[in-house]
C-alpha cells in the first residue's frame, strides 16, 4: 500500500511540473511541490515529515517609471 501511494504521489508531482513551464510562459506564475522525511537520532524529533507547495505570481505592470 506504501509503494501505491508512492506512485500515485510521484505521478502527481511530476504532472505538476510537467505542467508548470507552459503555465508560467502563460499566466507568469509558477508552482512547485516538494515532500520531504527524515530519520535522524537527535532527541525530540520523531521522524519528521511533511509537504511543501509554494505560489509565485510575477506582475509586470508599469509604475510610470
Known amino acids: 500500500m506504501r509503494k501505491l501511494c508512492a506512485v500515485i504521489l510521484s505521478a502527481v508531482v511530476w504532472l505538476v511540473a510537467a505542467g508548470t513551464p507552459a503555465s508560467a510562459a502563460e499566466h507568469q506564475s509558477t508552482l512547485s511541490a516538494g515532500y520531504l522525511q527524515t530519520h535522524t537520532d537527535m532527541p525530540g524529533s520523531d521522524d519528521l515529515k511533511g509537504i511543501n ?10 509604475w510610470g517609471w
Open 53 to 62: 507547495v509554494n505560489t509565485v505570481m510575477n506582475l509586470r505592470t508599469r
